[in-house]
């Protein structure tokens, strides 16, 4: 009889152990809040953040080659005039076609309310376009224009054809008599087609002879490895004209290691390095066609605001270019962007 007592009474307490260990939630919800509870506020308040985040426009930024100054330049002065409920996607393409049409259609999956384009090729960008088209994004074709213009909806660039021309005036100058030169070109950018149609405008009848022209599409190692087997089969070479700072820049290395003193450099962007050459005392790179991010940069901006705000807008911009060379180049600095 005692055993079953003392088996009873183990029971009851058994069971009053078990209904307090479980009452865990008794009482006010502040002085018994669970861990599941604080986790359910901590994805709640992480929510918030992230739709707080994505509130405003998304817009994305779609360039030939990300390590290049003029497009940071260009990317930079977009973001400083955009304003402050707007976020910007970077994308450079390595100056690979294909790749820009991969990060474009990553930014449409992204739902990017506008896209700003500088694409590696005019032509092979149109698929990408033909897409930004379908999904109703609209395009601001920045620096090179794109082949299709009627799939973008307004163009903003430099005046690049006199870019080139005030380059081959500025040669005719210091080469009176005329000269053999050599032509490093881009043929899937426009705009440095453009270039290098105003500098043979401007050297036209001028007694030049073109040794040799090559395209490097745009780089500067191919630049310098090029000029190095130029410089060997050429003994002489009175001149080179490049469609970027950034080929001009790979040219001079060679022209600089090979010592000579007797060579003209030119190029087109006006890029802060560039620059830093050109005033240097002797230095082969005497000029450049210069332009200026930052004004297509705030042109950009406001251009974007008004298509998406339905207002009018200009649908092409030409920024004014001019000459950078040893004359000058202090007025302009070697610090930054003109």
């Known amino acids: 009889m005692k055993k079953r007592i003392f088996t009873i009474l183990m029971a009851v307490m058994m069971i009053t152990l078990l209904l307090a260990g479980c009452k865990k939630t008794a009482g006010t919800p502040q002085d018994n809040t669970t861990k599941e509870t604080e986790e359910a506020k901590a ?73 700003f384009l500088s694409p590696v090729d005019w032509e092979q960008i149109e698929s990408a376009l033909e897409a930004l088209k379908e999904a109703g994004i609209p395009v601001i074709n920045l620096d090179t224009q794109v082949k299709n213009s009627d799939l973008t909806a307004a163009f903003i660039g430099s005046d690049n054809k006199n870019a080139g021309y005030v380059c081959g005036k500025d040669l005719k100058e210091k080469c009176p008599d005329g000269g053999k030169i050599l032509i490093f070109e881009n043929k899937g950018i426009n705009s440095v087609n453009e270039r290098i149609t105003g500098f043979e405008q401007a050297i036209s009848n001028a007694g030049f002879e073109v040794l040799n022209r090559v395209d490097v599409n745009g780089e500067k190692k191919k630049a310098y490895e090029q000029m190095k087997s130029f410089l060997k089969q050429y003994p002489e070479i009175n001149a080179v004209m490049c469609g970027t700072d950034e080929v001009a820049l790979g040219v001079l290395q060679a022209v600089n290691e090979a010592g000579r003193k007797d060579i003209y450099i030119y190029g087109a962007d006006g890029c802060p390095e560039a620059k830093e050459e050109i005033a240097k005392e002797g230095s082969a790179f005497v000029g450049t066609g210069a332009q200026s991010p930052i004004n297509i ?5 406001k251009t974007v605001m008004a298509v998406l705000e339905d207002k009018d807008y200009e649908e092409e911009i030409r920024e004014e270019t001019f000459i950078i060379n040893k004359d000058n180049v202090e007025l302009y600095g070697t610090n930054g962007w003109q």
């Open 297 to 301: 940069g705030k042109d950009a901006a």
């Open 43 to 115: 994805k709640e308040a992480q929510e918030e953040a992230q739709e707080e985040e994505e509130a405003g426009l998304l817009f994305g930024y779609s360039c030939i080659n990300l390590d290049n100054p003029y497009f940071q330049a260009l990317e930079k002065a977009i973001e400083t005039s955009i304003g402050e409920d707007v976020r910007i996607v970077s994308m450079g393409a390595e100056n690979d076609a294909q790749k820009q049409n991969q990060q474009i259609q990553e930014m449409i999956d992204m739902g990017v309310d506008a896209v």
